[in-house]
């Protein structure tokens, strides 16, 4: 019996260890192991692929729907990690360079045809007499009806010193125009416009932060101080960011040697990194404003937002984009390129402006922005406070009611460059740009110029009064009140001579800039707009007056920080 005992233990012991050894191994499963979930998901994929690429009734292109798959799986994540297939590579590169082989214009679509919007001063489309509002009928032999715009891009771009025929139709000209010539290197520049306004105020737009961006500035502003420039004005309005390091050579300008500009924190330890400027200063007391908008993002961003956390800059404008994410670029098989957010940044104060919560989606799958109970408060130099979760909000904030509804349809119908392209085919000279104006006269030639036109366009009002009638309707209550809507409708219905007049100073602005750029460019149009522009009029006021400047970099300051202004 004890024998049987002792036997029976023996084995029991043995098929327990076996009973667990085997639960042991279902467990590893039953909790995911990550490496099994990834082939066996892989295998299911291969498998799939197979399946609809040999049965599917209407035959699928393999690489649609590689490609379908790669797109499904990245938009998960975040729009800024994404796929480069080998074709696409070097327009990838141009975003980081400003450089690339073409021609050297903006172009635009024109319902079936392509147009030049604006040629690049001083490269090939400008230097061979291509005009803003030629239609592109012909590239290389190929007819471009009904080409996209980057396909059209992709007929024009080439490799430098390469040959290019377009056939082209211009207004006031019969016959189509025919230019040969080569493509170069065009290269956009970091910093498109710099000059001293009055009162010695130094005035920088900088439109990337591609390569050599800090130095560009840096030259731009050793010019303007060689100039007299007491003080300086860094537009980083509608800039979209580019690399991380030239925003640390741009804030380096203004800020010490060896001080902390933004350190980045990422899933994998190589992406924390602390960045710091290496270099000595230009000027590290010279009053600074930067100009922000809503449009200002990622490295606009680290610079505003440096200096603003190191108290060096008053920043001036609207809230910023808010886009606290760091991409990396990733080499991948034939080629091919992946970009992907590796990190987030954080400036000075130790805050990450990101807005929108990619890692917690909605229900609907939507993307949601960080909630205020989430926004932590943190502190500048000074102490003044200052917050996460949204983008930079300027210490002085510009708003504005934005333009009226018959000035966005003039612009969004191209009615004003149209008309801008007509002025110039018809006027071989301009006053320079910072003398022109819309004088009423040319005003007046813009009305009967849209007299006969399809020109629609809908007032707030009128827009508003629609679900009110839509309202009423599923409501029951239409019928009553029908007569009385029906006259309300008929009273803010447009009337385009009255609303012409009503927003006839914001029109004529956009007509300005327009038919400026006809004759003097993009630096043109920059120089036209400087003296009305309400962010430039504050930025010069306060830098003008040092006790204010003052008072808003050290908390104290009592005066108006949000202003109304009612511009386009």
Not at 104 to 130: C, H, M, V, W
Not at 496 to 520: A, C, G, M, Q
Not at 537 to 558: F, H, Q, R, T, W
Request: charged fraction near 25%; glycine fraction near 8%.
């Amino acid at each position: 019996m004890n024998k049987f005992k002792s036997i029976l233990g023996k084995k029991g012991k043995i098929l327990i260890i076996s009973l667990s050894l085997v639960i042991l191994s279902l467990g590893v499963f039953s909790f995911k192991n990550p490496a099994f979930e990834i082939t066996r998901n892989l295998d299911i994929f291969i498998s799939l692929f197979r399946e609809v690429h040999t049965l599917y009734v209407d035959g699928a292109e393999p690489e649609e729907l590689i490609n379908s798959s790669i797109e499904g799986m990245l938009e998960s994540l975040d729009p800024y990690t994404t796929y480069i297939p080998a074709e696409d590579v070097d327009d990838f590169k141009f975003m980081t360079t400003g450089k690339y082989g073409g021609i050297g214009a903006l172009i635009r679509k024109a319902g079936e045809y392509t147009i030049i919007s604006e040629p690049y001063e001083g490269f090939p489309a400008q230097e061979n007499d291509l005009r803003a509002g030629d239609t592109l009928v012909s590239i290389n032999g190929v007819n471009t009806k009904g080409k996209s715009i980057s396909e059209v891009s992709q007929l024009l771009k080439g490799t430098p010193n390469t040959e290019v025929v377009l056939k082209l139709k211009r207004i006031g000209e019969e016959s189509l125009i025919t230019k040969t010539f080569k493509r170069e290197q065009v290269s956009i520049p970091n910093v498109p416009y710099y000059g001293l306004l009055d009162n010695y105020v130094g005035y920088i737009i900088l439109g990337n932060f591609m390569k050599n961006a800090g130095k560009d500035v840096k030259d731009a502003y050793l010019d303007l101080i060689d100039k007299g420039a007491t003080s300086v004005i860094l537009d980083l309005r509608s800039n979209p960011g580019g690399l991380l390091a030239e925003a640390v050579n741009v804030a380096n300008l203004w800020v010490p040697k060896n001080q902390e500009i933004v350190s980045t924190r990422g899933k994998v330890q190589q992406w924390d990194k602390t960045y710091k400027t290496k270099y000595n200063p230009v000027d590290t007391t010279m009053p600074v404003v930067v100009l922000v908008n809503r449009a200002s993002a990622s490295a606009s961003e680290i610079v505003a937002g440096a200096l603003q956390d190191l108290d060096r800059a008053v920043v001036i404008g609207q809230k910023t984009f808010g886009k606290g994410l760091v991409q990396t670029t990733r080499p991948l098989s034939y080629d091919a390129h992946l970009k992907i957010t590796t990190a987030k940044y954080y400036i000075p104060s130790g805050r990450c402006i990101q807005a929108l919560d990619y890692a917690h989606r909605n229900e609907d799958g939507s993307v949601g922005y960080i909630p205020d109970s989430l926004i932590s408060e943190f502190k500048t130099n000074n102490g003044r406070s200052v917050f996460d979760g949204g983008g930079i909000e300027p210490d002085i904030k510009i708003q504005s009611d934005g333009p009226g509804n018959i000035t966005v349809a003039a612009f969004t119908q191209n009615h004003i460059f149209n008309f801008a392209t007509e002025f110039a085919s018809k006027n071989p000279s301009i006053a320079e740009a910072n003398l022109f104006e819309i004088s009423d006269e040319i005003y007046s030639d813009f009305k009967t110029y849209l007299a006969d036109k399809e020109f629609d366009y809908n007032t707030e009002s009128s827009e508003q009064l629609k679900e009110l009638i839509n309202t009423t309707k599923l409501e029951g209550y239409y019928e009553k009140i029908e007569n009385e809507l029906n006259a309300l409708e008929e009273h803010l219905h447009g009337d385009l001579e009255k609303d012409l007049n009503t927003f006839k100073p914001e029109i004529k602005e956009l007509l300005r800039d327009e038919i400026v750029s006809r004759y003097y460019f993009q630096k043109g149009r920059i120089i036209a707009g400087i003296h009305d522009d309400p962010e430039i009029i504050k930025a010069v006021e306060i830098l003008n007056d040092n006790e204010a400047m003052l008072s808003i970099l050290n908390g104290s300051y009592d005066g108006e920080t949000i202003f109304a202004f009612n511009y386009y």
